[in-house]
Every structure is written in structure tokens, then in C-alpha cells.
């Protein structure tokens, strides 16, 4: 290739002046994914578009909220825009420490450490909680973070159907690695669904293995004022569970955290390499989540909002009961889902819509997402554009929830 090849002037494409065969196989990909309906597309958002909001992950509405926005402007300008390098290096702040310790006591954990991302957190502890000579036990429903760190971590990997405790047990009893972890999420995130971590934590007790619970969906909407499921089932504060958390869910802002002991902590500082190597959180995420922290504190029954939301939500389209703030509508085929999903935008309704691989083939689904925010009107909305929209699309529901159920919804939002 030569350098007048990269050089193709001002507004020409250097994609079409230098098309490599050696990746021609892309094409195909391509094709097969527009075939079974599984392209993906980036779509902007504005600000405030005027759409009702079933699709985002901000469950206790708090992305907007003042103090947030006030918090993230005031720690960018006290620290800047970036972390600057690394935790180990600049990268940890006053503001950084403050947050871990806020967050240890607002789930009742003695220590915590801050990841730039959930997957990173995801990926760091669990690599450093197991590795060569390990066993990890994988549930079947865990997210991909999970799944990925799984295959860095060199250890042997078994997994096991969603939820099937005996099989964990079994994986368990059987190996002949010295350390064992089983890993799954807490609320599994394409349905809404409670992993059973009762049970679970017992297998670990049992067989001397450590349990790593996910509480991305479940921090904020789960558990007393929103402390997660851990926290409800009186797990937390147990050093043979390690939780990892998102702050980019329920809190509303970005970034990651571990949450234990303080030898898993002083372990994950030394060891996990997503946190050593990785930039620091931006402190203007640290400032808004310690906000979103102080919001949730003081109005500790906005977790119980979203899962009235929810309850809502179901009733509408049938699903089965939510026991977090997502609801699962399984359409089956993948182009109808993607059309259900359409024309809810079309009709002024944002929802998610998932299919393979975020889940099974056959089981594309819409999943909607409860919000504590949401006014009565804009529910009343929501539930008549999803029940046209499922009608239109052969999955025909009750259209209309009692009025019970819809007034108590909307006045708790």
C-alpha cells in the first residue's frame, strides 16, 4: 500500500480507495445478519425528545436530576475532565475514596473499590478471584461481562443451566482445584428474573467456593431502599460473597464497583488488571453517583416505585410478574420483534428489543424497563401503544390494566 493510496484528498472516502480483501468475509457476516434480522444500528437520542422511555437502563430516573448534574459539573471543575492515569497512578481522587466508602455502607458491605465500567468490575474480579488452577462455576443466564471474564481468567469453566443449584453443587463436589467461584447475576438482565443466591450461597458453603453476584439490576430497585438482593436475602457482608455492581443502572451515572471484604478489596487493588492498567473514573461520574447515592438515601421508596411500574407493565402485556423493573415480552421471531419495536417508536414509545445472542433463538423479545419517574399520563400512554402494538403484532393481551392498578401506579410516580 503506498502512502499516495492513503492519502485520497479531501472528501474522499479512504474506505473506497483502499478495500482489502482480507476482509471481504465482513460482506458476508453482513448479509447473514440482514438476513436473520440481527443487524444492530446506532441511533442518536436528543436530550428531550418528547418519546415516553421504556428502553433505558435509568430505572430510578435519576440521569436528569439536578443534584446529579450539579455534583458532575462541580467535581469536573474541581478535578477536570479525566481521572488523568490510572488508580495506582493520579487516577484516584478524595472524591473517588469518598464514593467507595458510601457505597460499603449504603450496601452494608465492609469495603468497596470503583472500576471505570461494570464490565470492567465484572471482568476484574473475577480474574483475579480465580485463575489457573481454579474452577468457575458459570449460570447459564449470566451477563457477558461475566461469560467474558470467564474465558480470561484460565481457569477451568463449568456451566450450568440458569439457575440449576443442584448442577452448581454437583461442579462443585467434583473438582479437584483447591479455590472454586461461582459466578452469576443477581437479576438476570433479559428477564427480570431472581437467580436463587440463597441457595447458591449454600452450595459455596457448603464446598468451600466463593459466590460473585452481579447486582446490576438489582442495586437501586431491589432489597431495603434499593440496597440490592444481596442485601434483602442478608448476604451482604458474608467475605465468602463478592458482589459487582453498575453505577450506570439505577444510580444514573457511569462506572463500576466490587463490593466485600477488605482482603478481597486489598486483593483486587494488587491484582485485578482492569483496575490497574485501566484509567480512572471520571470524576464527574464519581460526583454524580455519590449525588444519585444521597437522592436514593433520602427517598429510599423509589426502589419500591419501579417495581410497581413494572407490575403495571405486565399486566398490560401479559408478562409474567416482575420482580424488578424489567418486563419481558417474548414475541419468538426476531423480525417480528424488531417490527413490534418500530412501530412502538413510530408511536411515540421507546422499548428495548432483544434477540439472539442476548437471548436464546426463538425467544426475541421486547423488555421493557419500569421507571420511578414516570408520570401517570405517560404511563397511560405507554399502555395503550403496547397494547395496539401487540395486537397488531398477533400477541393480543387485556388492553387495559383495572383502574386500580393504574391509579396506584401513577400516583406513587
Not at 439505577?250 to 463490593?259: D, H, T, Y
Not at 414509545?349 to 405517560?378: K, Q
Request: glycine share 10%; charged share 25%; hydrophobic share 45%.
Amino acid at each position: 500500500m503506498t502512502e499516495q493510496t492513503l492519502s485520497a484528498g479531501p472528501g474522499a472516502s479512504a474506505e473506497a480507495v483502499d478495500r482489502s480483501p482480507a476482509l471481504d468475509w465482513l460482506d458476508d457476516a453482513a448479509a447473514d445478519r440482514r438476513a436473520r434480522h440481527m443487524r444492530r444500528v446506532l441511533t442518536p437520542r436528543a436530550p428531550r425528545d418528547g418519546v415516553i422511555d421504556l428502553a433505558s437502563n435509568d430505572y430510578l430516573g435519576l440521569g436528569l436530576h439536578p443534584e446529579m448534574v450539579d455534583a458532575a459539573v462541580a467535581a469536573t471543575r474541581r478535578w477536570g475532565a479525566g481521572a488523568t492515569g490510572s488508580r495506582l497512578v493520579t487516577g484516584t481522587t478524595d472524591e473517588h475514596l469518598a464514593l467507595e466508602a458510601e457505597l460499603a455502607e449504603f450496601c452494608r458491605q465492609p469495603a468497596a473499590l470503583v472500576f471505570s465500567s461494570g464490565y470492567t468490575a465484572n471482568l476484574g474480579a473475577v480474574v483475579a478471584l480465580s485463575g489457573k488452577g481454579s474452577l468457575i462455576v458459570s449460570d447459564g443466564g449470566s451477563h457477558a461481562s461475566l461469560v467474558d471474564a470467564c474465558r480470561l481468567s484460565r481457569a477451568r469453566v463449568v456451566v450450568v443451566e440458569r439457575g440449576d443449584v443442584a448442577a452448581v453443587a454437583r461442579a462443585l463436589a467434583g473438582r479437584s482445584e483447591e479455590r472454586a467461584l461461582v459466578v452469576t447475576d443477581s437479576v438476570y438482565s433479559a428477564d427480570g428474573d431472581l437467580a436463587p443466591l440463597l441457595a447458591l450461597h449454600g452450595a459455596c458453603r457448603a464446598h468451600r467456593a466463593v459466590l460473585l453476584a452481579d447486582e446490576a439490576h438489582g442495586l437501586g430497585v431491589r432489597g431495603d431502599g434499593g440496597r440490592g438482593l444481596v442485601e434483602e436475602l442478608r448476604l451482604a457482608g458474608r467475605e465468602d460473597v463478592v458482589v459487582t455492581a453498575t453505577l450506570s443502572k439505577a444510580l444514573g451515572s457511569q462506572g463500576g464497583v466490587v463490593l466485600g471484604s477488605q482482603r478481597v478489596r486489598e486483593h483486587l487493588v494488587n491484582s485485578a488488571r482492569t483496575f490497574i492498567f485501566d484509567t480512572g473514573l471520571a470524576p464527574a461520574a464519581v460526583g454524580a453517583a455519590r449525588a444519585a447515592l444521597g437522592v436514593l438515601r433520602r427517598e429510599p421508596d423509589l426502589a419500591s416505585r419501579v417495581v410497581e411500574v413494572a407490575e403495571h407493565l405486565a399486566a398490560v402485556t401479559g408478562a409474567d410478574h416482575p420482580q424488578s423493573a424489567v418486563v419481558s415480552v417474548v414475541l419468538g421471531d426476531a423480525e417480528r420483534a424488531v417490527s413490534a419495536a418500530g412501530r412502538c417508536a413510530e408511536l411515540g414509545l421507546r422499548v428495548g428489543c432483544f434477540r439472539p445472542p442476548s437471548v436464546p433463538e426463538g425467544t426475541a423479545r421486547l423488555r421493557l424497563t419500569a421507571r420511578a419517574d414516570i408520570s401517570e399520563a405517560d404511563l397511560a400512554r405507554a399502555s395503550e401503544v403496547l397494547a395496539q402494538v401487540l395486537a397488531e403484532h398477533g400477541h393480543v393481551v387485556d388492553p387495559a390494566p383495572s383502574a386500580t392498578t393504574l391509579a396506584t401506579a401513577g400516583a406513587r410516580a
